[in-house]
C-alpha cells in the first residue's frame, strides 16, 4: 500500500504531490508521515491524501480538506514572546474514510496566515468492508486475539468477529480524546532529533543571544513535557518564566537545566532525558 498527498488549489490545479510512501502499519494499525508541504494560500488550498494498494486501486480518500473546513481542532497554540518567537497554531483534521480508514491531518499555521502541513497520520479500525467476506468454508477459528491487519495486502483480510464491535466502541472513545492524545502523539515526534533540522522550530527557539542549539534542546524538553507531564498548566508556566529570562540574561545552559530538573519532577515512570 502507498499513501498519496497532494495540495490543490480551489479551481482543481495540483500546487505539489509527495512522492508516493510506503505504508506499514504498526501493532495498533496506525502509521505516521512527515510532509512538511507548504500552503501558501491558507483560504485557497486544499490537501488531499488517499491510499492505493499494489494495483492502483484507492482504499480509501479523504477528499479536498480545507482550513476553512468547521472540523478542525487546535491542539496547541503559542504567543508572541519578548524575544520575537512568532505566533503559531498547531491545528488537526480527522476525515473517516471508506474501509475503516482514517485520515488525520496535522498543520502549523502561522500568524502571517501562511501554513505548513506538517504530518499525514493513517489510522485503521478492525472493521472489515463486507466485500471481503469469505465463504464460511473458509473461515479460520478466531482466538479472541488482536485484530491482525496486513500491511502490504488485503487479499487475506481478517475474519469477522465480535470483537469487532468492542473495537468501534474503542474507536469511538479515542476519537472522543482525540485532542489529548493527538497532542501526545506529537510531543513525542518533537522529541526527537530530527526536529533540531527542522527549520521552522529553529527560528521558533532562537533566543535573543542568537544561540539556536541550546534553546531547541530547551524548547523539544518543555515540548515533550507537556504531552507527558501529570499537570501541563505548571510546565507551561514554569517554561515559559525559565525561557524568558534565559532570552534576556543568555543563560541557556541552566535554563535548559532547570526546565529540566523541574519537569522530571512531575513525570513518573520516565526515565532519564537524553541531552
Known amino acids: 500500500m502507498e499513501l498519496h498527498v497532494s495540495a490543490i488549489s480551489s479551481e482543481g490545479e495540483n500546487l505539489s504531490s509527495l512522492e508516493p510512501m510506503p505504508v506499514h502499519l504498526s501493532s495498533s494499525n496506525e502509521a505516521s508521515f512527515r510532509c512538511m508541504t ?3 494560500s491558507v483560504r485557497e488550498v486544499f490537501m488531499q491524501a488517499c491510499i492505493r494498494n499494489e494495483d492502483g486501486l484507492i482504499l480509501c480518500d479523504s477528499g479536498p480538506v ?7 481542532t487546535c491542539l496547541s497554540s503559542c504567543g508572541t514572546f519578548g524575544s520575537g518567537w512568532p505566533a503559531y497554531r498547531l491545528l488537526c483534521c480527522m476525515r473517516d474514510c471508506e474501509n475503516g480508514w482514517t485520515l488525520c491531518f496535522d498543520v502549523k499555521e502561522r500568524s502571517d496566515s501562511t501554513s505548513l502541513l506538517t504530518y499525514v497520520r493513517v489510522v485503521r479500525s478492525c472493521v472489515r468492508p463486507a466485500s471481503d467476506v469469505r465463504p464460511a468454508s473458509d473461515e479460520k477459528p478466531d482466538d479472541g486475539g488482536e485484530c491482525a491487519l496486513s500491511d502490504r495486502s488485503t487479499e487475506e483480510p481478517v475474519s469477522p468477529a465480535p470483537e469487532d464491535v468492542l473495537a468501534q466502541a474503542q474507536l469511538a472513545n479515542a476519537k472522543a480524546e482525540f485532542p489529548r492524545l493527538e497532542f501526545e502523539a506529537q510531543a513525542e515526534i518533537w ?3 530530527q526536529l533540531l533540522a527542522d527549520q521552522d522550530v529553529e527560528t521558533i527557539s532562537t533566543d535573543a543571544t542568537g544561540t539556536t542549539a541550546h534553546s531547541s534542546r530547551a524548547m523539544i524538553a518543555v515540548r515533550f513535557y507537556r504531552g507527558k507531564g501529570s499537570d501541563l498548566s505548571d510546565v507551561r508556566a514554569k517554561a515559559s ?3 524568558m529570562k534565559a532570552s534576556t540574561s543568555g543563560e541557556l545552559d541552566q535554563a535548559l537545566q532547570e526546565i529540566l530538573t523541574f519537569s522530571s519532577t512531575i513525570v513518573s515512570g520516565f526515565g532519564q532525558v537524553q541531552k
Open 66 to 72: 480545507s482550513l476553512r473546513d468547521d472540523d478542525w
Open 38 to 40: 507548504s500552503l501558501d
Open 241 to 243: 518564566e525559565v525561557l
Open 191 to 193: 522529541s526527537r532529533d
